[in-house]
Structure formats: C-alpha cells, structure tokens
C-alpha cells in the first residue's frame, strides 16, 4: 500500500509557474512508476506526465516543453514542475502511484490559471 500526499497547487496568473510536491509512504523505487494526472471541470482525468523507477518520463503533448516532472529519491517525493501556465491547465491535479498488485493516488491539488 502507498499514501500519497499533494501540495503545491494554489491560484496564479496566465504565464506564471508552480511547482507540485507529491510525497510517497515509501521508498519510490519500490513504486514502478509515478505520474500526474489531472481533471479539469466537467471533463474525465487524464494523464499530464508520469516518470518510472528508471528515470523514463512520459509527458502528453499538451505540456510537453512547459511542464517536468523530477523525483528526489532521498526524500520519496515526485514533482510537477509547472512553467509558461495557461487557464486550460486549471485542474485538480493527483499523484499516483503503480505498483505491482495496485493502483494509488493521492487526495489531489487544486490549480487555477487565470487569464
């Protein structure tokens, strides 16, 4: 089992930049791989950017070259690198987890861009 716990969301404008922190119960490189997905208002979640225990990251095209995604090891943590924001990226944003057996996700971020 894994708990997952988000922050760094909040409000900014147009252009701006966050940084999300997603920090893990337990050594990530037990965890095969991490991600973050995110569910914009009245739409289905879907994937932003996922990272595996190897390093291999995985971005959808619609933040490729605006957002990162990194991991700190030491400290079981993934983030979200969020650069250049537009007011389509305003969602809540959750962190998960795949692990053999299961699927985990955090209790998820609010981001709001406004124009």
């Known amino acids: 089992q894994v708990q997952l716990v988000e922050s760094g969301g909040g409000l900014v404008q147009a252009g701006g930049s966050l940084r999300l922190s997603c920090v893990a119960s337990?050594?990530?490189?037990?965890?095969?791989?991490m991600g973050w997905y995110r569910q914009p208002p009245g739409k289905q979640r879907e994937l932003v950017a996922t990272?595996?225990?190897?390093?291999?990251?995985n971005y959808a095209d619609s933040v490729k070259g605006r957002f990162t995604i990194s991991s700190d090891n030491a400290k079981n943590t993934v983030y979200l690198q969020m650069n250049s924001l537009k007011p389509e990226d305003t969602a809540v944003y959750y962190c998960?987890?795949?692990?053999?057996?299961?699927?985990?996700w955090g209790q998820g971020t609010q981001v709001t861009v406004s124009s």
């Open positions: 998960n987890a795949q692990v053999v057996g299961g699927s985990y």
């Open positions: 337990r050594n990530i490189f037990s965890i095969n791989a």
């Open positions: 990272i595996t225990s190897s390093a291999r990251r």
